[in-house]
Each structure stands twice: as structure tokens, then as C-alpha cells.
């Protein structure tokens, strides 16, 4: 009996294996849906507060900050570090 369940036991992982490679090739062959790659509303102007605006980019996470009141700070544009962006530190 035990010889009988070894051979039955192969055989059902061979069916499993065919049916998986079928399966997984068969999702293959699907095509799918194009991307839309739509730069219309890449960058996005953010206004936090009165002080601040933050340009942000949505295809590559990087964003730049500027004060806009004259005294207060900086008046160029900043590039900062994205909060999610692994730095390597």
C-alpha cells in the first residue's frame, strides 16, 4: 500500500507542477492595460501655510520649497529631501 502512495503522491505533484506552468503562462499572454503616462499634472504647487509653497513631483518624489515673504527667509528655490526616499544614512 505504502509503494502505491508514494507513486500516487508523485503523480499528483506532476499534475500540479503542469497545471501551475499552465496557469502561470496563460496570465503571461494577456496583454495589459498601456500606462498612462500623464505629465499634465505632474508637479503640484502646494501651499502649506502663508509663509511657505512647496513644488512637488509626482513621477519622482523630489519636491522645493521657497519662502515667499521677503524678510522671512530664503527667496530661492530649495530642493529637499523626499520624507519617504531612503538616504542611504
Known sequence: MEKY?????????GVCIVAAAWIMSQGLNEESAPVENNSEHRYELISPNENN??????ETG???RTFIEANEGPTSWEKEYSPVEDRGE
Not at 502512495?5 to 505533484?13: E, G, K, P, R
Open 62 to 64: 523630489e519636491y522645493w
Open 53 to 58: 509653497l512647496i513644488m512637488f513631483d509626482h
Open 5 to 13: 502512495l508514494q507513486a500516487v503522491s508523485i503523480m499528483f505533484l
